[in-house]
């Protein structure tokens, strides 16, 4: 006898959470081409309120997008070279993991 295959059970938090994730990337893409456009259009020195009450200009808007991709892409980088010293410490005083 073949056993039927059970239905897939729908996982609504998933859901959930790719649908705020999805729409947390368009506000924020949309944020960042704002900005990108008030510094070509030559209005950078602006200010504009945060939704904490902070005063910001988007020059520093820009700057911090830019910051933060930079961090992102070197990131990996630093994390391999950490793991590859890791290795060759472990293996050269003869350390092993349990």
Known sequence: MEKEAKPKKKC?????????MALWLLGGLGFFLRV???VVSGHGLDYYTTFWGV???YVGAL????????????S?????Y???EERSFKK??????K
């Open 55 to 57: 005063q910001f200009n």
């Open 36 to 38: 990108l456009d008030k």
């Open 76 to 80: 990996p980088v630093i994390y391999w």
């Open 63 to 74: 700057m911090v997008f830019i910051f933060g991709a930079v961090l992102l892409a070197i």
């Open 12 to 20: 609504h938090i998933c859901t959930a959470t790719l649908i705020v």
């Open 82 to 84: 950490s793991t590859m």
């Open 92 to 97: 050269k005083y003869n350390i092993h993991d």
